[in-house]
């Protein structure tokens, strides 16, 4: 999987895209994608865009405080077909003081269909305890044009 910065992303924003080719286990018998596996390559995305936040895999799981979803809204536009390829942009889009929303896009490739918009607010989480922590301090100045 090939993973790209947006061009056109200012850079006090951080953005994310990444590709994903449709496979037949992301479809249905008709050729057409679960809305699961759109939810699965958003899950991707986010990831990726973690880890431009400051939290990668290995220091999350060093850490143990991880960015946990607690709400996801999502609109299914058009469907993808087995074999499209698509571009899922993802970009912070807001920040509180203890959680935060990612926006995120599902494009085809082929003609920049816009397919699915969805938006997850997502929380700090400490564990084992499970206690929610505040975003980091410097976040309130990085991003002072999402609050």
Not at 25 to 43: K, P, Q, S, W
């Amino acid at each position: 999987m090939k993973q790209v910065s947006m061009p056109e992303a200012a850079p006090e924003t951080p953005r994310i895209e990444t590709r994903e080719e449709v496979m037949f286990f992301d479809t249905d018998c008709g050729g057409v994608v679960h809305n699961i596996a759109y939810l699965r390559m958003i899950e991707t995305a986010r990831t990726r865009l973690a880890a431009q936040l400051g939290m990668a895999l290995r220091e999350m799981a060093e850490t143990q405080l991880f960015p946990v979803v607690v709400r996801t809204e999502i609109d299914y536009r058009k469907p993808a077909k087995l074999g499209d390829e698509l571009c899922i942009r993802g970009r912070l889009e807001k920040v509180e003081r203890v959680r935060f929303w990612c926006a995120f896009e599902v494009v085809r490739a082929a003609d920049e269909q816009l397919l699915i918009t969805c938006r997850q607010s997502l929380a700090l989480v400490q564990m084992p305890q499970g206690r929610p922590m505040r975003l980091p301090e410097d976040w309130s100045q990085k991003y002072a044009h999402l609050i």
